[in-house]
Every structure is written in C-alpha cells, then in structure tokens.
C-alpha cells in the first residue's frame, strides 16, 4: 500500500496556508469586491462570470449559489456563467476563436451596472483578459480573480483579488473559499434581517 499520509498532510497544511494568507494579503480586495456585487446587485445589476477548466466549473457552481440559494430561503439573485451552452461556445470558437467566446457572450449579454468575474490561476488565458476588457468597455465593473502574479488581469480588473500560490491547485482551493465567502455575505446583507 502506498504510504500517502505525510505527502496529503503537507497538500493539506499547504492549502490552509494559502488560504489564510489569501485572507491576511487581500482582505481589502475580498471585501471590495463582494461590496461591489452586493451594490450591483441591489441597484438592478447581474453577475456574469467566466473561466476555463476548473475555473468554468466555479463559474458555474457560483452561478448556482446566487440563482438557487446559499443558506438563506430567498428569491433568486440574477448570476449567468458564461461557460454552459455548448452551441455558443463551439460555433464562436470554430467560426472565429476560442478567444473570444467570453467576449461575445459579455456584448450580448453586459449592461452597465452588472459586474463581471473573470477568473483565471495564471491571470493569462486570453478568452478571459479578452471578456475583462469588453466588459470594461461596455461599462462593466469587472473583478479579475486569479493567483501568483495576477498575470495580465490587472490591465483589465478594476478589482484584482490575488491568491498568493503558485500552485495551480492550491489557487482553485482559495477560489472556491472566495466564492463561497462571497455568496455568503452578499446573501446576508441582502435577505437577512
Ligand atoms: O482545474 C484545473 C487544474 O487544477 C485545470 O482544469 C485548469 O483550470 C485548466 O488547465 C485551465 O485551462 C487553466 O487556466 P487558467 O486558470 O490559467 O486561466
Ligand atoms: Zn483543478
């Protein structure tokens, strides 16, 4: 039998660590940035939210919290994950390219007052710079959240929320964490009383 116990202790204390200095590097930019979903949202806005792999499934798994529920039994919030219809995902990227399949999906669907969260571990998957800047244009607030060096997000992110890793993984694991912080407190400021 394998001996796994030391090295998933260390992938464990790693995650934990990378988290808590997610929370003690960027808690300005953590709060910031659920306020101003929690303001979009208030005034009439939507999220639209977008990334690949990993990033698509966060996408998606957010879109679900703020349209089902979270914890609280409420009326849906307005949240799309731009990363679920096969039909436009694959015609825009076999009849232009998968570089833009973020950003046609932003100028059909972006109104100024909604927010856009790209999310991308490197900060340089161009499909998601490429939805940041049309959603900027378009008089979006965007929220570029990413990892290491933030990448090129930050040309394009009027909130860059960084998780300080270089690991791919340990990245996704502060993520999730944002996310759910995220659905939480926006969730509570809204529908709690
Ligand atoms: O989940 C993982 C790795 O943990 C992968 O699916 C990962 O998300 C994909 O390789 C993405 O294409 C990486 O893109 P990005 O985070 O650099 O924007
Ligand atoms: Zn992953």
């Not at 436009?88 to 927010?115: C, H, M, R």
């Not at 998957?125 to 049309?134: D, E, H, I, M, Q």
């Not at 929220?143 to 996704?172: C, H, K, W, Y």
Request: hydrophobic share 40%.
């Amino acid at each position: 039998m394998n001996n796994w116990t030391g090295r998933a202790q260390k992938i464990l204390e790693d995650s934990l660590s990378v988290k808590r200095l997610f929370w003690d590097k960027q808690r300005e930019n953590i709060l910031k940035s659920a306020e101003a979903i929690l303001n979009s949202l208030k005034n009439g806005g939507k999220l639209l939210i977008f990334g690949n792999g990993g990033s698509a499934a966060d996408a998606q798994h957010m879109a679900a919290e703020f349209i089902n529920r979270f914890r609280l039994e409420r009326e849906p919030l307005p949240a799309i994950a731009l990363t679920t219809d096969t039909s436009i995902l694959t015609a825009v990227a076999n009849d232009y390219d998968f570089s833009d399949v973020f950003e046609k999906q932003i100028k059909a669907l972006g109104q100024p007052g909604d927010v856009a969260l790209g999310i991308s571990t490197s900060g340089n998957s161009k499909n998601v710079l490429r939805g940041l800047k049309a959603a900027r244009e378009q008089g979006l607030l965007t929220i570029g959240l990413t990892g290491g060096t933030g990448g090129n997000m930050a040309s394009f992110a009027d909130i860059l929320v960084v998780v300080p890793s270089r690991e791919t993984p340990r990245i996704q694991e502060a993520h999730i964490f944002y996310i759910h912080l995220v659905c939480e407190l926006v969730e509570e400021a809204i529908f709690a009383s």
